[in-house]
């Protein structure tokens, strides 16, 4: 595997469903980042983790809970979403202590929930 | 609140024409700036950073910055077909926090 990866890349789920998307970094990056994506939205930035601690978390609804168990691997555990929450997930990594912090994306979970 | 804004287009070219995609942002502090392509139903790209004022060239792709304007550019010359996709801008404000605009979409005609 290289890059970034992300599984599954589509997921369907009812509003009462428990389900987790999983990242995966093969870069040796140190930073790892969750998007949202909407149809004619920008993407927005929810959660950052930097050598596994969170550094960011953008006002994010508890339904969406995050983990980081390492500096490769990312989750994103989703309880009781809302139709609202259908959207592209993305992941991304990037080295966090240079100074240019250039982003690489992975294919991202296209989700949707009824 | 930080932006960056971009026209959404879309941008239409004819295949061969020099491609100029725009963007605009408010963080006067901001330092490092990228240009990200998205093709439909895909994940975004990086195809261009620049960080210092000026010109930036790779390839087919000029990136430009002007901090004073708070303004950057890209430039595709010889537009393809396979160039049509949507371009998005992104600033880095610092702190790990990247701002996205829309995006502008580009279409490049055979």
């Known amino acids: 595997e290289t890059g970034v990866t992300q599984t599954p890349r589509h997921l369907v789920m009812g509003m009462t469903n428990k389900k987790s998307l999983k990242c995966e970094q093969h870069?040796?990056?140190?930073?790892m980042y969750w998007y949202k994506q909407s149809a004619k939205k920008p993407l927005e930035l929810m959660f950052v983790?930097?050598?596994?601690?969170?550094?960011e978390n953008n006002s994010v609804p508890s339904r969406f809970s995050p983990e980081c168990p390492n500096s490769s691997h990312l989750f994103l555990h989703l309880h009781t979403l809302q139709p609202e929450d259908s959207a592209l997930y993305l992941c991304a990594s990037s080295q966090g202590d240079s100074s240019y912090n250039e982003q690489f994306f992975g294919p991202g979970t296209r989700l949707t929930v009824l | 609140q930080k932006e960056v804004e971009q026209n959404s287009g879309p941008l239409s070219v004819p295949e061969g024409a020099i491609a100029s995609l725009n963007c605009t942002y408010s963080?006067?502090?901001?330092?490092?700036f990228f240009w990200y392509r998205q093709y439909s139903g895909k994940s975004p790209e990086l195809i261009m950073s620049i960080y210092s004022n000026g010109d930036k060239e790779d390839g087919r792709f000029t990136a430009q910055l002007n901090k004073a304007s708070q303004y950057v550019s890209l430039l595709i010359r010889d537009s393809q077909p396979s160039d049509s996709a949507t371009y998005l801008c992104a600033v880095d404000t610092g702190g790990f926090k990247t701002i996205f605009g829309a995006g502008t979409r580009l279409f490049v005609k055979a």
């Open positions: 963080d006067r502090g901001s330092q490092s």
């Open positions: 870069l040796g990056h140190n930073a």
């Open positions: 983790y930097s050598l596994e601690e969170r550094v």
